[in-house]
């Protein structure tokens, strides 16, 4: 099953390995902005949105920056992975 992550990307449920809910995380958290600074440069991560970014999911090729909150992204993965 597919899980819709926005704008008309859809990703592959079980390909889902973390979800980060980046309205949580303190700029001080060099650990998580590290890893999109890092994921940026080799060209792996792709932002979904222009809007304010809610949400980071690593799937297992790329990884994403969406606007949907991580609570919806959630409920989305869990119901396709039933």
């Known amino acids: 099953m597919y ?5 008309d990307i859809s990703v592959p449920a079980d390909s889902v390995s973390l979800i980060v809910n980046l309205e949580t995380v303190q700029p001080s958290c060099r650990s ?8 940026d440069e080799d060209n792996r ?3 979904l949105t222009e809007d304010i970014p809610r ?14 909150s ?13």
């Open 3 to 7: 899980v819709n992550i926005g704008g």
């Open 32 to 39: 998580v902005t590290d890893l999109i600074e890092s994921l």
């Open 45 to 47: 991560l792709q932002y």
């Open 55 to 68: 949400t980071l999911i690593l799937a297992d090729s790329r990884s994403y920056i969406s606007s949907i």
């Open 70 to 82: 991580s609570s919806v992204l959630k409920k989305r993965l869990e119901s396709s992975l039933k």
